[in-house]
């Protein structure tokens, strides 16, 4: 497996702060969720089409992993802006040579919601217009969607090829309360990208940890992807610029990078 941090872990950080401590720490790439005050990766000054190229360069081997937008499918409100969004998203992956772009049915995490058949209509689009670009779009375990037996309905109705889920470990089983065997049998074939974090719920809210310190089965679900040979990235999604008194990024990605390879042994 390869391994890379969400930017969305280090809000403050510039592209060159990112890209530096990913390469002095051995990460193999990141994943863009904002740099800076930017969010909106197509906005992003270091990827705006002059410079690119430097941006590539400066990359070196280090690869981007995922661009994650925040496009959200399955909700009737401004469902054109949401649609507008990903595909903003999936041509600058294509210009970054990046493979992956996330898309989400709704905005919450936890289970929800969402208009099936508007979600199936756009990803279907989604994936044709991907499929010229050599990127994919992945939808997240979120929302509806953490009851993974539905999305293996979505994903085999959608009758793509260019499809495939970020199985976001957390969701699923901290709001679906799906054990991991359960997920793995619903959508395992479908998985192209992984997201990792751990918590625990205390007097009703979901407290974030650092991996090892929440109760999420985390050597099961690395273990299940081990099994059925998955060799994609495992991405640490900190959610530092949400909650911003969780542990600064330099601590975190540099823990995160041990403890993963550990569980992958």
């Known amino acids: 497996m390869k391994y890379s941090f969400s930017t969305l872990g280090c809000p403050n950080w510039s592209f060159d702060d990112i890209v530096s401590t990913a390469k002095d720490l051995g990460y193999d790439g990141v994943e863009i969720r904002g740099v800076a005050n930017e969010l909106f990766a197509p906005k992003i000054k270091n990827f705006s089409d002059v410079l690119i190229p430097k941006s590539i360069k400066r990359l070196g081997n280090l690869k981007i992993s995922c661009l994650t937008s925040n496009a959200c499918i399955a909700v009737k409100e401004d469902n054109i802006k949401h649609y507008n969004e990903a595909v903003a998203y999936l041509d600058l992956a294509g210009k970054l040579g990046a493979k992956y772009v996330r898309v989400m049915c709704t905005n919450r995490a936890m289970l929800d919601d969402g208009d099936y058949a508007l979600a199936l209509a756009a990803y279907k689009r989604l994936a044709k217009h991907g499929a010229a670009l050599g990127v994919t779009p992945l939808l997240e375990t979120n929302g509806m969607f953490c009851d993974t037996e539905l999305l293996a309905k979505f994903m085999n109705d959608t009758c793509e090829e260019n499809i495939g889920v970020l199985w976001d470990i957390h969701h699923p089983y901290r709001y679906g309360r799906e054990d991991i065997s359960t997920t793995i049998s619903n959508i395992g074939k479908f998985i192209k990208y992984v ?39 495992v991405t640490l999604e900190w959610v530092k610029r949400w909650q911003p008194d969780l542990d600064e990024p330099g601590i975190v990605f540099a823990r995160y990078i041990d403890d993963i390879k550990q569980l992958c042994d």
């Open 195 to 233: 997201h990792i974090k751990d918590s625990v719920r205390l007097n009703g809210a979901t407290v974030y940890k650092m991996l090892g310190a929440g109760d999420l089965p985390l050597k099961e679900a690395i273990d299940s992807l081990k099994h059925i040979g998955y060799d994609g990235f």
